[in-house]
């Protein structure tokens, strides 16, 4: 719109000789040209970078930042907006190409959707200035629909600066990704009568509340204080607490065997993936899980907050298999399967 005004005023101007259309053509130019120059220098010396702090579970907020800083050493920035979107990266063995002249329309229009589609999108506004040579952070709360790897991306930054009537936006190319969680489920544990060995005495080499003293690690919130070893403390000059071993030498081993046969479908074997989850996490807590293993893995040992998350990762990104002997070939086959269900 202004560039055609300026066309017309112009146009006005040369016909009619007008000084006062030549005038309003000059500051109306003059216009668009300050606006272009203190749209640049508005943008020139920012630089951003996306700050998550893992783990994100499906179903529960989690923060997005956002970190700013203005390298300008006089001039401060007035008025951007960041548009951030969150996409779950599929898993699994790209499609096969197809000609667009055998393929139907809506399957092409389908699947273009489906390519552009995104799990969130947000926009961050900078609701206040950045001064010269500070810092700022916005966040941005994302709540995850589904498990497995999240690709976080910064897609453009735009500005209305500074009046208003010009809107500059250019794309970003920063992204990130990260792992989630599947979604902890609530269950019930049901005593059931089993032959128990007696306890060998023999100490657990993890960690517990026994009386023997495993290792010193430092102190982390939430840890008490009557675990600090004073005089390791005074002598390192950073506060650490004991680490005891654990009572007793029995635990537990899970493992999760996605049998297609058995998890025939999608929403079941994803309530056994969050319920294999949620159990591994309870285990740990409590001191009582050894090993863990998945599908056809030999077993692996935990015994570290590291091992456990390895384990999670793991459920997290795993796909249900379906082979192609247990697709139904026919109507009748698909009605009989549906009302088994």
């Not at 006062?20 to 508005?42: D, M, P, R, T």
């Not at 936006?169 to 019930?188: F, K, M, N």
């Not at 509340?209 to 939430?222: I, N």
């Not at 091992?307 to 249900?320: G, K, P, T, W």
């Amino acid at each position: 719109m202004l560039i055609a005004l300026s066309m017309g005023i112009g146009t006005a101007a040369y016909n009619s000789s007008n000084n006062i259309l030549f005038i309003a053509l000059s500051l109306l130019l003059a216009c668009l040209i300050l606006s272009g120059v203190l749209s640049w220098l508005n943008l020139l010396g920012v630089a951003w970078r996306l700050r998550l702090s893992p783990p994100l579970r499906v179903g529960q907020p989690a923060v997005v930042g956002l970190e700013l800083r203005n390298a300008k050493r006089f001039l401060p920035t007035y008025g951007l907006w960041f548009g951030l979107s969150a996409r779950s990266v599929e898993v699994g063995e790209p499609p096969k190409a197809e000609s667009t002249f055998t393929a139907r329309g809506i399957d092409v229009r389908a699947a273009l959707a489906k390519s552009e589609e995104a799990d969130a999108r947000g926009r961050l506004a900078l609701r206040e200035r950045l001064d010269p040579c500070g810092e700022m952070r916005l966040e941005w709360m994302l709540k995850p629909v589904r498990r497995g790897e999240l690709e976080i991306k910064l897609e453009n930054i735009g500005a209305l600066f500074p009046f208003g009537f010009l809107k500059k936006q250019i794309s970003g190319d920063l992204r990130t990704s990260v792992i989630v969680w599947p979604a902890p489920v609530e269950y019930r544990h049901f005593a059931v009568s089993l032959t128990r060995r007696a306890d060998s005495g023999v100490r657990a080499p993890r960690a517990g509340t026994g009386g023997d003293l495993v290792a010193l690690r430092r102190y982390a919130p939430g840890d008490s204080h009557r675990l600090i070893h004073w005089k390791a403390t005074a002598r390192t000059r950073q506060l650490l607490v004991q680490q005891f071993s654990a009572e007793q030498s029995e635990g537990f081993s899970l493992w999760l065997d996605p049998d297609p046969s058995v998890w025939t479908r999608a929403e079941q074997f994803e309530l056994l993936i969050s319920f294999a989850a949620t159990m591994a996490e309870d285990l740990f807590r409590a001191g009582r899980l050894d090993a863990v293993a998945l599908d056809r893995e030999p077993l692996r040992s935990v015994r570290r907050v590291r091992d456990l998350e390895l384990f999670l990762d793991q459920l997290a990104v795993f796909q249900r298999v379906v082979g192609d002997d247990e697709l139904p070939t026919s109507e009748p086959e698909r009605a009989l399967i549906n009302s088994v269900s």
